[in-house]
């Protein structure tokens, strides 16, 4: 079956500006993450959701950011009034389970530039 | 809070022979999960290998293995026959056993691989 995927892969902003990054995760997935990865780290949590709502989102920077997955399966990573800070890759991860050994799908990440 | 510590930023092996990549943990909890991922240049994250805290055997898949000294809070992973494909990044992560799901990574190695 499908992995995860994530859209668009590559965006190009100006500051200033909003951001929408989606995130598809694997069908029957309740445990969606985003992380983001800066240039020479690894990636950082961000917010969890385990179905429809956000049961951790304690790694978002600031009120700037915000996630949503109204529907349980797609959700969407929203950024307002974007900073060249936010320059990152930032990826999606789905998994049956959000506890123990239960793996994270890793889709391919949305590199995120803010000029 | 828990944080994950990869010393080597880059680590090189000749192609067929063995490497081990470096990572210490530090954590107070007794219950916890370990992972090794591996990141090519396309981005996405592919699980290498994972080890349960409570488990004293220490996990191996095919070329991949860990050295994990819980006493140490070491988890080292040691690949055998290395492969050009191996090449990539690798980042060691922490997972707690609580509910709540979310990895910790270390900075990553990067490893390259000479024909």
């Known amino acids: 079956g499908a992995g995860v995927s994530q859209t668009p892969s590559n965006k190009v902003t100006e500051k200033g500006k909003y951001v929408e990054l989606r995130c598809d995760p694997i069908?029957?997935?309740?445990?969606l993450y985003w992380y983001r990865q800066s240039l020479g780290q690894g990636p950082e949590f961000l917010i969890y959701?385990?179905?429809?709502?956000?049961?951790?989102d304690s790694g978002l920077p600031n009120d700037r950011f915000f996630a949503v997955r109204p529907e349980g399966s797609v959700s969407t990573l929203k950024i307002q009034r974007t900073e060249r800070g936010d320059s990152a890759v930032y990826l999606c991860?789905?998994?049956?389970?959000?506890?123990?050994?239960?793996?994270?799908?890793f889709g391919p990440g949305t590199r995120l530039t803010v000029t | 809070a828990q944080t994950v510590t990869q010393s080597q930023p880059e680590m090189s092996v000749q192609e067929a022979e063995t490497v081990t990549l470096s990572c210490t943990y530090d954590?107070?909890?007794?219950?916890?999960?370990l992972f090794w991922y591996k990141q090519p240049p396309s981005r996405q994250m592919i699980l290498v290998i994972r080890?349960?805290?409570?488990?004293?055997q220490n996990a191996t898949e095919n070329r991949f293995s860990v050295n994990f000294q819980k006493a140490a809070k070491s988890f080292s992973l040691k690949i055998s026959d290395s492969q050009l494909g191996d090449a990539a990044m690798y980042f060691c992560?922490?997972?707690?056993?609580?509910?709540?799901?979310?990895?910790?990574f270390g900075k990553g190695t990067k490893l390259s691989v000479k024909p």
């Open positions: 991860a789905s998994s049956s389970t959000g506890q123990g050994t239960g793996e994270q799908y």
């Open positions: 069908s029957g997935h309740t445990a």
């Open positions: 959701f385990q179905g429809t709502g956000a049961a951790d």
């Open positions: 954590t107070s909890e007794s219950d916890y999960y």
């Open positions: 080890q349960e805290a409570y488990k004293q």
């Open positions: 992560a922490y997972r707690s056993g609580g509910s709540q799901g979310n990895l910790i």
